[in-house]
């Protein structure tokens, strides 16, 4: 016959072998855990009932904590969500890169095509990537055309696929970029972003308060896009803007999508929650339903969020081979620019938990937040008091996929995410709003001095600012009460030693 196959062609010894090579290949590639990446945008440590620091309950994300790792020493590298993302993905302190602060919503990217990201050094151990939700790290090269392909982008740091808004929720553009392109953008109505003035005709919160269906408080006074004004000028796009109460249900269905696409083989998610960042707008499903207006409704909402995308897992049998890492970009904030009765309807409830400061802040509730790790097929639930940073995810995950990590700040903190070590780092540097920062070393930290009073003054946190040093050991009293700058000279003076030592390396 024709088709028969002529064994004597082939050596039967090497077939097998290669055979036996393939299948192994195909299993250890199985064997992989999938990573995802949830990340919430100004969540306090006290905003997640797990921790039993505020009163609000969130039965999803406790149900990673006990399935899981919670750490109670878990920080971001700063108190702002831009120099946060940006050391989350390159595993670098933002304090190496000028421009990583908070950006306008036309800001070029600030991690270059050439850098090494956590997206990128996963590729190579053959994931797919996807980031979905809120970007924040800058899009094109200053001169965006909103209109057309914008690179560079998510797309250009190593994410196969890329959901994203265009900035952030208060900040024009108000269009979702899916994987450089605008969606849902009329080619006969295309979109103008200006940061500097208004277009014709065009009302804004500050001249047309009447207009708005939430009330600002301060800045976000300028362009009203589905009855909120926000930081910056829009005109046009009129398909292409999304529908603020319709965020969180999109964003779900993105990552939802993202894990059906590519159930087939290991990927990584970057799932950036935008809430409870302001303008808090969650969906009527959740409106009143916290107790606590609507930011406590936006906490909630993210929580069923949580809750949903885990049974998906579970629905397609992924469940216990996922390695899913719970954080935020930084602490709480309550007022932050919208009249939304954040502080009027708290009650008793505590978002920055046993610390002082919060969102902008170099006290600890700026940058001290929540982190939970959930991979069932390898870790046991448990607390941990080790010491973790979300820029030692590169550098730690390099580890556990057989790859190298090229950043200088990222340290292996493997062992410690898996819960077989309960030290964690040494030390790290945090940072504050105005070029601020903080140096955290075996249970202390200090705090330079610094002038000005900071904007977190501004909107109800204490900024951690002082023109005195500031030493506090955290482990006694994480509350900061007792400044011992004064009455621990040696311990002072060895801080500063250290933070020097670290800033020159920075700088090297």
């Known amino acids: 016959m024709k088709n028969r196959i002529n064994l004597k062609k082939f050596n ?63 920080y971001a590298t700063a108190a702002t969500c831009t120099p946060s993302r940006y050391s989350l993905l390159t595993g670098d302190y933002p304090l190496r890169k000028k421009k990583a602060r908070v950006l306008k919503g036309d800001a070029p ?47 250009d740091i190593g994410f196969d696929y890329s ?12 269009v979702y970029v899916k994987n450089g392109r605008v969606v849902n953008l009329d080619a ?91 303008p808090r707008l969650p969906h009527q499903r959740f409106a009143g339903k916290s107790g606590m207006g609507p930011r406590g409704d936006a906490i909630l909402e993210a929580d069923w969020a949580v809750g949903q995308f885990m049974k998906k897992l579970t629905d397609l049998g992924m469940s216990d081979n996922t390695l899913v890492i719970f954080s935020s970009d930084n602490g709480h904030v309550l007022d932050d620019g919208y009249q939304d009765s954040a502080v009027e ?33 390898k870790v046991k639930p448990q607390q941990s008091n080790a010491f973790v940073s979300q820029h ?38 945090v940072q504050g709003m105005q070029n601020t920062m903080a140096y955290h070393q075996g249970g202390w930290v200090y705090i330079p001095p610094h002038k000005g009073k900071g904007y977190a003054v501004r909107v109800g946190n204490e900024s951690g600012f002082s023109v005195q040093e500031q030493l506090y050991h955290l482990r006694k009293d994480p509350h900061q009460d007792t400044n011992l700058a004064k009455t621990h ?17 920075s700088s090297s």
Do not use: C
Request: without cysteine; negative net charge.
């Open 12 to 74: 039967l010894p090497v077939l097998v072998l290669s055979l036996f090579v393939g299948a192994f290949a195909q299993a250890a590639e199985m064997l992989k855990p999938n990573i995802v990446i949830l990340y919430t945008d100004d969540l306090g440590y006290g905003d997640i009932s797990a921790y039993n620091a505020g009163s609000l309950s969130t039965p999803n994300i406790d149900k990673l904590a006990q399935e899981g790792i919670l750490f109670s020493n878990g």
């Open 109 to 155: 990217m600030i991690i270059s095509a050439e850098q090494d990201t956590l997206p990128k050094m996963l590729q190579r151990a053959g994931y797919a990537t996807g980031v979905i939700g809120k970007w924040h790290l800058g899009l094109g090269d200053g001169k965006i055309n909103w209109n057309g392909q914008i690179s560079p982008g998510a797309n």
């Open 163 to 174: 959901y994203i808004m265009g900035a952030t929720n208060d900040r024009t553009p108000n």
């Open 188 to 278: 006969n109505d295309p979109i103008e972003v200006s940061y500097q003035t208004n277009f014709d005709g065009k009302p804004t919160g500050k001249d047309n308060p009447e207009l708005l269906k939430v009330k600002l408080s301060q800045g976000h006074q300028d362009s009203i896009l589905n009855g909120v004004s926000r930081i910056g000028f829009q005109r046009g796009g009129e398909s292409a803007m999304w529908v603020d109460e319709e965020m969180g249900d999109l964003f779900l269905d993105e990552a939802v999508s993202f894990v059906e696409r590519n159930k087939q083989k290991p990927f990584f998610l970057y799932y950036a929650f935008h809430q409870p960042h302001v």
């Open 345 to 377: 309807k708290l009650g008793k409830h505590t978002p920055w938990g046993p610390f002082r400061g919060g969102k902008y802040s170099l006290l600890e509730a700026g940058t001290h937040v929540p982190f939970i790790v959930r991979w069932p097929a």
């Open 392 to 429: 030692d995810l590169l550098a730690s995950m390099a580890a556990l996929t057989g790859q190298q990590s090229k950043s200088i700040d990222s340290d292996n903190q493997l062992n410690a995410l898996m819960g077989l070590d309960k030290i964690g780092r040494d030390n790290m540097i």
């Open 489 to 505: 000279p040696e311990k002072l003076n060895m801080m500063k030693a250290q933070l020097a030592k670290e800033l020159a390396k």
